[in-house]
């Protein structure tokens, strides 16, 4: 996985073609929900062995810190980027 800033994928007739499943490393997007979610499977044919930890990963956006916070302490997410440096020692 990388930074979503970094996304690189091929077009078709003028569009991006995030179907295609090109650019996404070992995972092949399997749902996109722009600016809220996308989801991955693994990619069966990828060229580096023992590179695909997870079946499946869902990228979920939660653009509020405290959002993102609760949903790990909750349970909701397995994990979170971007953390409050104030109260992540609650974490």
Do not use: C
């Not at 990619?43 to 956006?61: G, L, M, Q, S, W």
Request: net charge neutral; glycine share 8%; no cysteine.
């Amino acid at each position: 996985m990388a930074g979503y800033h970094l996304v690189i994928l091929p077009s078709k007739d003028d569009q991006v073609y995030w179907q295609s499943g090109i650019g996404t490393g070992g995972y092949i997007i399997s749902k996109l929900e722009s600016g809220i979610r996308f989801s991955y499977k693994s990619n069966p044919n990828y060229f580096k062995t023992n590179r695909v930890h997870f079946d499946e990963v869902e990228v979920i956006a939660r653009v509020d810190t405290t959002a993102r916070q609760d949903a790990i302490m909750n349970g909701e997410v397995h994990a979170i980027n971007r953390g409050d440096p104030k109260t992540v020692h609650l974490l």
